[in-house]
Nanobody, 125 residues
Framework: QVQLVESGGGLVQAGGSLRLSCAASLRTFSTFAMGWFRQAPGKEREFVAAISWSGGSTLYTDSVKGRFTLSKDNAKNTVYLQMNSLEPQDTAVYYC??????????????????WGQGTQVTVSS
């Protein structure tokens, strides 16, 4: 049973920072590429960032490039999304996702078979 548990969300002022973590109950975490997606109220879930199973390759949506950094620690079965210079438009529930036996990151929601419950990020202006 694959479990993904997100943490680190909260309320922050515009310009502030948060670091989201996603801990995975996976014995073979190094064979999973990981992604972060977000969903704002009344909007569809959208891609934020993704990382290859080795951690050596990343993808970001244009709106977060230069502000967010995704990293993967295979020894700790955890991925981290460092979010800096947060903007009110970043307010959403953030979801961690995993895709197995695919080395490359993906921006496509159906490519991910496993999902966490989400963590709320609220950025006040």
């Amino acid at each position: 049973q694959v479990q993904l548990v997100e943490s680190g969300g909260g309320l922050v002022q515009a310009g502030g920072s948060l670091r989201l973590s996603c801990a995975a109950s996976l014995r073979t975490f190094s064979t999973f590429a990981m992604g972060w997606f977000r969903q704002a109220p009344g909007k569809e879930r959208e891609f934020v960032a993704a990382i290859s199973w080795s951690g050596g390759s990343t993808l970001y949506t244009d709106s977060v490039k230069g502000r967010f950094t995704l990293s993967k620690d295979n020894a700790k079965n955890t991925v981290y999304l460092q979010m800096n210079s947060l903007e009110p438009q970043d307010t959403a529930v953030y979801y961690c996702a995993a895709r197995h036996w695919r080395p490359s990151p993906s921006i496509v929601i159906p490519d991910y078979a496993y999902w966490g419950q989400g963590t709320q990020v609220t950025v006040s202006s």
